[in-house]
């Protein structure tokens, strides 16, 4: 999606706060002994109370509210049975709609203390999607994003996963740019319009490379298998810079 009108763009800071609230909240409220899907279920009220709706559930079909992934388990992790223990690492992936305009979230987060490996992973995850962010502007390249993170995966010992790409958003979850690699690829010549709504999430590993599908057909995991965290926002190119749309308030 391209914003060329004010309404969007309100629009769109709405949905982004909602699924940046949610995604907060349900890491707030996300404690050892816990299942995903009472996690899930928390997501899914937060959401009701807004009058959004899950886009991966409207949009595919997705057997929940949230992607919501457990340690081996990278991306598009089905809400279940699984329990939450001390020490492991979860992501949760909000993305939501309202009133025809779309934003998506995430983040890795840690459920009471992990291994200092993982602790620096989950901190350099973070970094790595803040250095992306910052390519992103009014006629800057799009290879930019995955040029910058790549750098900084390269000088610090880590991998990218490189089948899981960023994405245009607005008015549907994905959209045209189709695929924004979050690694080196300098034979994109794509640029950056003025109001390109897009996401920056790189998926920082300390040795995955691909992500390959798990036989329930939804839940990713790392080849090899190696530990993966994800931080992602939707942003908005201007001439200025990024615009951050996925913020808490």
Not at 1 to 26: F, P, S, W
Request: hydrophobic residues 35%.
């Amino acid at each position: 999606m391209t914003i060329t009108h004010e309404d969007e763009l309100d629009g769109l800071k709405e949905i982004g706060r909602i699924v940046a609230n949610t995604m907060h909240r349900m890491a707030r409220e996300m404690e050892p002994g816990m299942t995903t899907r009472e996690l899930d279920d928390i997501g899914r009220r937060l959401l009701d109370l807004e009058g959004a709706v899950s886009a991966p559930e409207a949009i595919y079909d997705f057997p929940g509210a949230t992607c919501i992934s457990v340690n081996e388990e990278i991306a598009h992790g089905i809400p279940g049975e699984r329990v939450i223990r001390a020490g492991d690492l979860v992501n949760i992936d909000k993305s939501a709609s309202k009133n025809g305009f779309f934003a998506d979230t995430g983040a890795t987060f840690r459920a009471g203390s992990v291994k200092p490996s993982l602790e620096r992973l989950c901190k350099d995850g973070k970094r790595a999607m803040e250095i992306g962010i910052r390519q992103v502007g009014s006629d800057r390249p799009l290879s930019g994003i995955g040029k910058a993170v790549g750098k900084f995966a390269s000088d610090r010992g880590y991998t990218l996963i490189r089948n899981l790409a960023s994405h245009g958003v607005g008015r549907s979850l994905h959209e045209e740019p189709g695929e924004i690699a979050t690694w080196p690829t300098p034979s994109d010549k794509r640029r950056m319009n003025k109001g390109l709504v897009l996401t920056v999430e790189p998926f920082l590993s300390t040795g995955g490379l691909w992500a390959t599908e798990h036989e329930d057909e939804w839940t990713l995991y790392s080849e090899p298998a190696a530990p993966v965290v994800q931080y992602e926002h939707t942003v908005v190119a201007t001439d200025r810079g990024p615009m951050v749309l996925t913020l808490p308030g």
